[in-house]
């Protein structure tokens, strides 16, 4: 707008002074741009004068008042985007937290599930190292208990031929209880440590 403000005060000038120049043609003499003519001088001054003052009123502040309205506008932007960018900050250090959150809970939950299948390894070896200590306990009460058995019915056996060969050397039944009493001590005797067999 200066610019165009500046040439039309140009151009006023330029007409002026081509004005002077014919009138001075007119009377006969040459005319010279650069001769010094006061008349000329004086009304080129008076409408420089006048169209500044004319501008000022009335082109200059309305230019201002866009200019300054064009600033007020960046500046509003300017601070919008500085507002923005700080929240755009402030969200990016928000998540990265909630991340850093979501990763120590998972590391947590992982250690925690670690411990609990450990512990749960662990538990269930010495549960079955239990079961099967009591299998092995239980398998050797029933193993004696079958030894036992064994011995019984050998000495019954036993007792049995015995007093079934010694009723054949004798010549008679030998089956009442005394002799059977008889012949088990016998046979306990022979099994027993302190036995002489």
Do not use: C
């Amino acid at each position: 707008m200066r610019r165009t403000l500046f040439t039309l005060s140009l151009s006023l000038s330029s007409a002026t002074s081509l004005l002077a120049q014919e009138e001075h043609a007119a009377e006969g003499g040459s005319a010279s741009l650069f001769d010094p003519r006061a008349g000329l001088m004086f009304w080129t001054l008076i409408i420089f004068v006048f169209l500044l003052v004319v501008l000022s009123k009335y082109a200059y502040k309305p230019m201002l008042a866009a200019v300054e309205a064009r600033e007020a506008s960046l500046e509003k932007a300017l601070g919008d985007a500085k507002r923005d960018r700080d929240e755009a900050a402030r969200l990016l250090a928000e998540q990265q937290k909630a991340l850093t959150e979501a990763r120590a809970e998972m590391q947590k939950a992982l250690n925690d599930g670690r411990a609990a299948a450990e512990s749960l390894r662990t538990e269930m070896l010495e549960k079955v190292k239990a079961e099967g200590a009591d299998m092995l306990d239980r398998t050797r009460r029933e193993m004696e208990a079958e030894k036992v058995k064994a011995v019984a019915d050998l000495r019954r056996e036993a007792v049995d031929l015995a007093i079934s060969g010694a009723s054949k050397v004798i010549g008679r039944n030998l089956d009442s209880a005394t002799d059977r009493e008889l012949v088990e001590s016998y046979l306990a005797g022979l099994t027993s440590p302190t036995g002489t067999r």
